[in-house]
């Protein structure tokens, strides 16, 4: 699978009970609150490193805490980019975050179950 043909799935397969913010998820922008499930479903396809930087400095967004995005082959590729018209995770102090980081935040484990498991049908 091509990072492009991943994209269009995950945009098929994301809805709002796979999003972090499910009240602010729609089918307008299927990607909204996808950040950490993607980025951790595009790890185990592609490997790499999870990287995330702090959403403090964007009060727009400030709720939302923070962005994951991957690092593949120490290229950075931002699968939920779209998400956002006014941001770009180039803007953002990052840092590489463990797997099991991620999967700690709340409500997480069971998006990214959810998530993978339609991704997989």
């Not at 269009?8 to 299927?30: C, H, M, Q, R």
């Not at 595009?42 to 995005?69: C, N, R, T």
């Not at 941001?87 to 998006?111: A, C, H, M, P, W």
């Amino acid at each position: 699978m091509t990072k492009e043909e991943f994209l269009e799935k995950i945009k098929e397969v994301g809805s709002a009970d796979t999003s972090f913010d499910s009240k602010g998820w729609n089918k307008e922008n299927p990607l909204w609150g996808h950040c950490a499930v993607v980025s951790l479903l595009a790890q185990e396809l592609f490997g790499g490193e999870l990287v995330k930087g702090d959403l403090d400095e964007y009060p727009k967004y400030s709720y939302l805490k923070s962005h994951i995005w991957n690092r593949i082959d120490g290229v950075d590729v931002d699968f939920t980019a779209e998400q956002y018209n006014d941001i770009s995770f180039k803007d953002l102090k990052d840092r590489v975050v463990s797997r099991e980081s991620v999967l700690n935040y709340l409500g997480t484990q069971e998006r990214f179950n959810l998530l993978k498991e339609r991704f997989e049908k």
